[in-house]
């Protein structure tokens, strides 16, 4: 089951604090970024963060689950922890600082 566009704009609305926020599709899910980082994704109308240390100090005891059949085990956000903009925000800004910036890609070769 695919997410709706109007849970992906409220946990935008939610993490907004954070820093430069964004979603973009991806295998019919969607991928949730902070700072040009990867940070979670949201699969199934349900927020998925990436697991860190400093996350995990902050929300000790948040249930992990797989966003998706075969996936990694993602912190998973309840819906009373949504609703909590402020800390959301916080989890996902101590989540970005963890996550390394992606690799620059390289310039494609121009033809003659």
Known sequence: MASSQSTVDFVLEQIAGAGEVSARKMFGEYGVYCDGRIVGLICDDTFFVK?????????????????????????????????????????????????PLPKPKPKSKARK
């Open 51 to 99: 697991p860190t240390s400093a996350g995990e100090a902050f929300a000790p005891g948040l249930e992990r689950g797989p966003p998706y059949p075969g996936a990694k085990l993602y912190l998973r956000i309840d819906a009373d922890r949504l609703e909590d903009a402020d800390w959301l925000a916080d989890l996902v800004r101590r989540t970005t600082a963890e996550l």
